[in-house]
């Protein structure tokens, strides 16, 4: 049973266009929701996180947008550069699911291709 | 500048060896986590310690064991390579959930090749 899917799983984006990353959970229960941006060759990295009391945060170019009652939350990168070429992958926990300390359930990974 | 550390960049092993992926890092973390990356697959989770001594199962954590005989360096095993564990492998660690900075700090990987 997945309990976070993302989609897509690749996405070509034109330089300066939206990209936007969707994430869907199931447990009601997850109390965070970060994103992980990926480089070749790298380990993913937190981009941006947000916890279910806000609907919206907003780091430079990277908003993420959380609607509870659809149970989905998604990343969009204003202004994309192709600097932002990446495997993004979101993640949801709650404490005491998969371990005490509640590890993150992470998506499958959208691979995103901006071209300049 | 923090980070986590894994020993090889890229490892080639033979069937049947025994295979020790290390893993260390300097940022006094309570937990650490091993994962393995395959394409399609995403991220999961073979083994996880929240502590000294301590270890946990995750999905995926058949063929595999762990040793954290020190909090900073976390140790995984393969106790006889087979060529289905060919895979990129993440350590990554993490604080406390409550803490102000939580978030995973992930090394940047081996790619482990079983011939």
């Known amino acids: 049973q997945q309990q976070v899917k993302q989609s897509p799983q690749s996405l070509i984006v034109q330089k300066g266009g939206i990209s936007i990353i969707n994430c869907a959970y199931e447990?009601?229960?997850?109390?965070?929701f970060p994103w992980y941006q990926q480089f070749p060759g790298k380990g993913p990295a937190l981009l941006i996180a947000?916890?279910?009391?806000?609907s919206e945060k907003k780091e430079g170019r990277f908003t993420i947008s959380f609607n509870k009652s659809a149970k989905q939350f998604s990343l969009h990168i204003m202004d994309s550069q192709p600097g932002d070429s990446a495997t993004y992958f979101c993640?949801?926990?709650?404490?005491?699911?998969?371990?005490?300390?509640?590890?993150?359930?992470f998506g499958k990974g959208t691979k995103l291709s901006v071209k300049p | 500048d923090v980070k986590v550390t894994q020993s090889s960049r890229y490892l080639v092993k033979r069937t049947g060896e025994k295979v020790f992926l290390e893993c260390v890092q300097d940022m006094d973390h309570e937990n650490m986590f091993w994962y393995r990356q395959d394409p399609g697959l995403g991220l999961r989770l073979i083994y996880f310690?929240?502590?000294?001594?301590?270890?946990e199962k995750g999905d995926i954590p058949e063929g595999y064991s762990v040793s954290r005989e020190k909090k900073e360096r976390f140790s995984l095993i393969l106790e006889s390579a087979s060529t289905n564990q060919t895979s990129m492998y993440l350590c990554?660690?993490?604080?406390?959930?409550?803490?102000?900075?939580?978030?995973?700090?992930f090394g940047s990987g081996t790619r482990l090749t079983v011939v």
């Open positions: 990554a660690s993490s604080s406390d959930r409550d803490s102000s900075n939580y978030g995973y700090t």
């Open positions: 993640a949801a926990s709650i404490e005491g699911y998969g371990g005490s300390q509640g590890n993150l359930i």
């Open positions: 447990n009601t229960a997850f109390d965070y």
């Open positions: 310690s929240y502590d000294v001594k301590m270890k």
């Open positions: 947000i916890r279910p009391d806000v």
